[in-house]
């Protein structure tokens, strides 16, 4: 087929993870062309090698990843539809977990189920929670309790099933199909870290572009 009016659809990542040196068209997104052979070359380019002593991170504009390709092929026709910069991130992945990173995820769930729980306690000690549920017992039964009561047994119960259905997990299964809150901050999160990859090399000038 010949390379006339031939049009390729680019839809580029904002952010990329990969363990090789070498990053390829290929690692930054999705692309389709109507020309199999032209797709194939094109996704074959290579855009950058990450060196030793080099920074993990490198932005890489879309301007450079078209200039790369009509440098290939000069008579496609690239039509982006995705990210206007790639940020490429070269990630070193250890199947085998080691003694220190399984002491880490020990410490960071201890941390976050005591923090968790102090912090429930504080707040219920800090608006008087026990006085709250003796008033409103006395009230209701016209006596005061000489104890813990119902009242505390409801609202711990409660308070786990609440917690239970906000984050919208028991164990290790989701409730629902839809994102925890969580989940939601961490992409949000994920999405402003990105951006201010981004923002902070073009600013710096170490954005890979079009000269």
Do not use: W
Request: contains cysteine.
């Amino acid at each position: 087929m010949s390379t006339n009016n031939v049009t390729m659809y680019l839809k580029a990542e904002q952010n990329v993870e990969l363990q090789s040196d070498d990053v390829f068209v290929k690692d930054i997104g999705k692309m389709i062309c109507t020309d199999k052979q032209i797709l194939a070359k094109v996704k074959t380019i290579k855009l950058h090698h990450f060196k030793k002593g080099e920074p993990k991170r490198q932005v890489i504009s879309i301007l450079k990843v078209i200039e790369e390709i009509e440098k290939v092929c000069p008579n496609v026709t690239i039509e982006s539809l995705g990210e206007t910069d790639i940020l490429v991130e070269q990630i070193d992945v250890d199947k085998h977990k080691s003694p220190v990173q399984t002491a880490k995820i020990i410490f960071v769930s201890a941390i976050s189920f005591f923090g968790t729980a102090f912090t429930i306690m504080a707040f219920h000690n800090d608006i008087g929670i026990n006085k709250v549920f003796s008033k409103v017992y006395e009230m209701v039964m016209g006596y005061s309790s000489d104890g813990y009561s119902i009242l505390e047994l409801s609202y711990s119960i409660g308070l786990a099933a609440g917690i239970i259905l906000f984050f919208n997990h028991i164990g290790g299964r989701r409730i629902t199909k839809d994102p925890t809150p969580i989940e939601v901050e961490m992409r949000v999160y994920e999405t402003d870290v990105n951006k201010a990859l981004i923002e902070t090399a073009d600013r710096e000038g170490k954005t890979i572009d079009v000269n």
